[in-house]
C-alpha cells in the first residue's frame, strides 16, 4: 500500500466516523427536542384542563355548546390584557403554555395581586381555539385583513357547532360574536361576508347585542366598539391552522375589499397577495356575494 494511499484510507476513515458521530448526535438531538416537544405539550395540556375546570367549575356537561364557546371566550378575554410588550414577547419565547399559565393564575387569584398575561389578538385567538380543540371541537383561526394605514391584520377563530352544522366566529380582542340581526343567528366568517353590513349585530357575552353607534365601550382598556367595522367591513378572511394541508383559502367580498387595491407595504406599493402571497397561492382566492 502506498503511503498516499494509506493516508487517503485514514482520512476516509476519519470522514466516516465524523459522519456517524453527527448523524448519532444529530438523531439525539432530533431525540431531545420530541421530548421537549411532548413535556411543553403535557405542560399545556395541564394548563387547558386547569383553565376548563376555572371556567366551567362543575357545569361543562351541561352546557350548550353555543354557550361553552361564549364561556371560554369571555373567560380568555377578561383573564388577559391585549398589550404588546416585552413581556408578551417573552412569553412567545416561552410558548403558548405560558399564556395559559398566567390566565388560570388570574382567574385563580380572582385577579387580586397578579397581573394578567399581556397578549394581542393572535394569541388570545390561538389560546380560545386550543382551549375549543381540547375540548373535542373544531376551531381554527383566521386573518381578517387591514386595509388602511394605521391598522393591523387582526385574528378571530370560527368554530364548527356541531349540532347546528356551521360555523360561529369569535372576536377575543373585542370579546364579542356577530349576529344576523334579521334572524338572530351567530354568523361564521364566510356567512359574514355574505350578510350585508347593515344587518351585522356585534353581541357581548352577556347577550347584549347592538350596531355600531360610536358611543359603547366593551371589554378591558375601554376598547371601543365602533373599531370593528373597518375589519368586518373589509371582511377579506383567510382561515389558516398549524397543519397547511387543513389551511382554508382567502376569502372576499369585492363590495367591500377590492383584491388589486394598493397598500404601503416597508415604502413599496402593492396589493394584499404581493403582500400575502404564500396566502393567496396555498388555496386560491375565493370571490363571495352578498346575500340580499
Not at 438523531?27 to 386547569?50: C, F, G, H, M, P
Not at 385583513?145 to 366566529?169: C, E, F, N, S, T
Not at 366593551?218 to 373599531?227: F, S, T
Request: charged letters at 30%; hydrophobic letters at 35%.
Amino acid at each position: 500500500m502506498t503511503k498516499t494511499r494509506e493516508i487517503a484510507e485514514r482520512i476516509i476513515g476519519i470522514m466516516i466516523i465524523i459522519a456517524v458521530t453527527a448523524g448519532v448526535t444529530t438523531l439525539q438531538n432530533k431525540i431531545r427536542k420530541s421530548y421537549k416537544k411532548s413535556e411543553t405539550l403535557a405542560v399545556y395540556n395541564a394548563e387547558k384542563d386547569k383553565f376548563i375546570a376555572g371556567c366551567f367549575g362543575d357545569s361543562e356537561q351541561s352546557i350548550p355548546h353555543t354557550d361553552i364557546f361564549i364561556r371560554v371566550l369571555e373567560c380568555v378575554h377578561k383573564n388577559s390584557i391585549h398589550a404588546i410588550d416585552d413581556e408578551f414577547w417573552a412569553d412567545i419565547k416561552i410558548g403558548r403554555h405560558a399564556f395559559l399559565k398566567k390566565i388560570n393564575n388570574y382567574m385563580t387569584a380572582n385577579g387580586e395581586n397578579v397581573e394578567p398575561p399581556h397578549m394581542e389578538c393572535s394569541a388570545r385567538s390561538r389560546t380560545m381555539a386550543d382551549i375549543l380543540r381540547h375540548m373535542g371541537y373544531e376551531a381554527d383561526e383566521a386573518v381578517i385583513a387591514a386595509d388602511r394605514k394605521g391598522y393591523l391584520d387582526h385574528v378571530v377563530i370560527d368554530v364548527w357547532h356541531p349540532d347546528l352544522q356551521k360555523m360561529m366566529m369569535f372576536d377575543t380582542t373585542y370579546n364579542v360574536y356577530v349576529k344576523d340581526n334579521r334572524s338572530g343567528e351567530i354568523l361564521g366568517l364566510r356567512e359574514i361576508l355574505e350578510t350585508p353590513l347593515a344587518n351585522l349585530i356585534y353581541c357581548e357575552p352577556d347577550g347584549t347585542c347592538s350596531p355600531d353607534n360610536g358611543t359603547r365601550r366593551v371589554g378591558n382598556r375601554g376598547v371601543k366598539l365602533a373599531h370593528l367595522p373597518p375589519y368586518y367591513g373589509n371582511a377579506f378572511l383567510y382561515s389558516y391552522n398549524d397543519d397547511e394541508s387543513k389551511r382554508g383559502p382567502v376569502l372576499y367580498n369585492p363590495e367591500r375589499f377590492k383584491m388589486d387595491g394598493q397598500q404601503e407595504v416597508e415604502g413599496k406599493m402593492m396589493s394584499y397577495c404581493e403582500k400575502r402571497p404564500d396566502w393567496c397561492e396555498a388555496k386560491g382566492v375565493i370571490q363571495i356575494e352578498t346575500k340580499r
